[in-house]
């Protein structure tokens, strides 16, 4: 009796092997839901936006250069001066006229506030009254032009004085020392070192995916190390002979060290998918009847169409089929048939 139970446990033992034995091994893993970003780089130049070509506001013999082709310069800083003897002369003139009219035209008042008195006591008529304030109002316009002309004198002083309107360096110099100058000859160009424009271009492809506000980063060799997130000022398609591509703006300041000319790197965000739905490369699997995943239900493995999308560091993005959450099997996936009994082993 005893022997024949033990016959019997072991026929069971062996059974429950053998159904073992049937059943896949598989690691599972879960469908995950997560945003993707997806991010397209390219590499252009850095170039400034601001180059400010400098032109003489009065004319004149330059009597000083102050800086050479370059030279950083700060804004504010002398870059060369006007010879302005002449400027000092017209200064001194205006401010001479200026005291001769002012007493004139005290001592004119004076006389005009005399017939007024004179008139209201109809000692005197009133055509030598209107005389009177007649020579006032003329002396009073007089002395208005003469002020005008020393704040011209005074202004052509100063802008004898030739500063840079902003931070920058010294690209190009177009006269030297003793050069006679007019209003408007250029003298030098600056290259503002601050305000920088970074163009990237794109091939047209890209096109309709590219728009302003789309979040970029950017990194230049001219300064390794460093990174600056912007985002797209501009986008302008750009169509040539040889070539049709887009072009991204992007406007930028200076994180110090970076300088027009040098190469920039630029990777733009051209897309974003919250929520995505995302699993393992190894949980899809191709059959003759299209794309599909096994779900993992009480040990056994349930066929479920899906469809894809991007592929992203070894994960694919499930457009349709799955959601969120479910199990499915990893490893050993391409070995299963729908309701194939599947042996779950810890990954």
């Given at each position: ?42 590499v ?46 017209s ?28 008139v ?56 030297s ?57 501009d ?43 995302m699993?393992?490369?190894v ?29 992203q ?14 199990q ?13 009994p599947?042996?779950?082993k810890?990954?």
């Open positions: 009796m005893v022997m024949t139970t033990l016959a019997w446990g072991s026929e069971q033992q062996s059974g429950a092997q053998e159904a073992n034995s049937r059943r896949t091994p598989v690691t599972a893993t879960t469908a995950i839901s997560r945003d993707i970003e997806v991010w397209e780089s390219s252009g130049q850095l170039e400034t936006r601001v180059e400010p070509l400098i032109a003489a506001e009065v004319e004149g013999q330059l009597g000083s250069m102050n800086v050479e082709v370059g030279e950083l310069i700060k804004q504010g800083q002398l870059l060369a001066e006007i010879i302005a003897d002449d400027f000092h002369l200064e001194a003139m205006a401010e001479a006229d200026i005291d001769r009219l002012e007493a004139l035209l005290h001592a004119q008042h004076l006389k005009t506030e005399r017939y007024r008195a004179l209201r006591k109809e000692l005197t008529n009133q055509s030598t009254l209107d005389d009177a304030e007649a020579q006032e109002a003329a002396l009073q316009a007089e002395l208005a032009s003469f002020r005008v002309r020393l704040q011209q004198a005074q202004r052509d002083i100063k802008k004898a004085r030739i500063t840079s309107p902003v931070d920058g360096r010294i690209d190009e110099i177009r006269v020392q003793g050069s006679y100058v007019t209003v408007g000859s250029p003298l030098m160009r600056i290259t503002n070192l601050q305000r920088l424009r970074a163009r990237l271009p794109y091939p047209e492809t890209l096109l309709p995916q590219l728009r302003s506000g789309l979040p970029v980063r950017l990194t230049s060799p001219s300064a390794p190390g460093v990174t600056v997130q912007s985002s797209v000022s986008v302008r398609p750009s169509v040539t002979i040889g070539s049709r591509a887009a072009q991204i703006i992007i406007n930028v300041e200076n994180p110090g060290p970076w300088k027009p000319g040098a190469t920039v790197t630029g990777t733009v965000r051209v897309a974003l998918h919250e929520d995505a739905i699993l393992p490369e949980s899809v699997v191709l059959r003759p009847a299209g794309t599909i995943v096994y779900v993992l239900k009480e040990g056994i493995a349930v066929q479920r169409m899906i469809t894809t999308g991007l592929r560091n070894g994960y694919v993005e499930i457009l349709s089929g799955l959601e969120a959450g479910e499915v099997a990893a490893d050993g996936a391409a070995f299963l048939t729908d309701g194939a599947v042996d779950v810890d990954s």
